[in-house]
């Protein structure tokens, strides 16, 4: 096949004993510790996923060192629940289709006792994996296990690897199901969708190469990795990286032009949505006009029977002048219960209005949502204009109306409140980095890196501040940084006005 991706930059192993992962580094005493469980759940998955094992710089031996130590030292726990088993029998399959990734003697599987052990141990994961699909949390769980199975179906040949097969009927229809017509994923993560696009495309790499995957498999394959890769351009701002909206990071998915190289490598181009910039499915809407690029988010939590990673985030924005980001969504750092897992889905945390001091979602659990918001994009000028509206779960009878315009040089967004008066929060939240002049007048100022000035003219008649507010591009990594923050109480804010200008 075409040469794959190696692991994206999240990990760092030195082959032996010192492991980093989601920013959190264990060295293990003598051998690596497959039950670690001091660095929480998902910490330990990223641990069996074996990803770091892709790493370019890691000698063979080591890969293959590692590999044996986990199959006899790990015959049960959690390295075989249906997530990291799905991601190891991806990331195993891949280092043994790659020429020189492991030694000799294992290359392709190898004749070896460690060979046999290999794809032993890979048979029996996929048969395991089989009998275990993650039909209870659907979504991207699910979507991973089924294209780890009929990887193994396409690699491998026997009456095992026919049933295995098999399930690309079923992979079709969860690509159907999952991929929306406007080519997003359905749980409107710019992150994880990155994740399923590579994984689609790996399958597609690997079904090009062989005579084993029925034709309907591989059409499906290239009409969904063509719409993904259609989508992930309206995810990507200037300076190359995807926007953070719902539970989106940096580091655990490659950036989209190595994605989009790669799938132009398999003669894969993007088929963009049917509204330029418009993902009208996920909710999304790029506006632009130089030097301004801005992503608003314009739909509630999705899927509806599965909303897990969804932040109360309607009605907000991503904002940047050129390549650099100014208004920026929170991000995620961890999923365990607790209240950074609270922060980054609150409605706070996000470029919005928060009414009557209620979550726009009734959010609960570190991936629960109860109550939804009633979430509408009214209307769209594909690239210039937008406007929408949203009604949280507990104050349904109080509507927000935000319409975002972008022309030459100026951003202007109109909030309007309408129905029963409640106290109301504004909230900006900046880049890390930026400190914001905040006048007597109503007015910010900043000052870009590239030595832009920009100034915000902010909603009148309020009592703007600055707060310091927590920023996770990262898993693992916390960063501070700066929000212009402004509170009215019921009936004092009805209408409001935002500018943005380049002075």
Known sequence: PTPFLPAPPHADFDGSLRLRLLHREVRFAERIDWDWAAEGPLWAYHLHQHDYLRLPDLSPTSRARTIADWIERHPAGIGWDPHPLSLRILNWSKLLLTPG???AELDGGGAGATGRAMRHSLA????TLSRNLEVRLQANHLLTNLIGIVFGGVLQEGAHAERWLACEGTLRHELEEQILPDGAHVERSPMYHSILLEQVLDLLNLARGGRRAPAALLQCLERAAARML???RVYTHPDGGIALFSDSAFELAHVPDVLTAYAASLGVAPRGPARPGVLDDAG????AADPFELLVSVAGPLPAHQPGHAHCDALSFELCVGRERVVVDTGVTEYVPGALRHVSRATRSHATLEVGGAEQAEIWGPHRVGGRPRVSLVHVEPGRRAEATCAG???PE?????TWVVSAGRVEIRDRLSGQARPVRLTLPLAPGLEPDLGADGRAELSLAGGVRLRIALPEGLAWRVERAPYFPEFGRQVERACLVAEAPAGAFREGFWRFERR
């Open 101 to 103: 990734a492991l030694p």
């Open 124 to 127: 029996e994961q996929v048969e």
């Open 230 to 232: 259609g989508a992930l």
């Open 284 to 287: 999304y809407v790029r506006l």
């Open 393 to 395: 779960w507990s104050t």
């Open 398 to 402: 109080t509507l927000h109306r935000r």
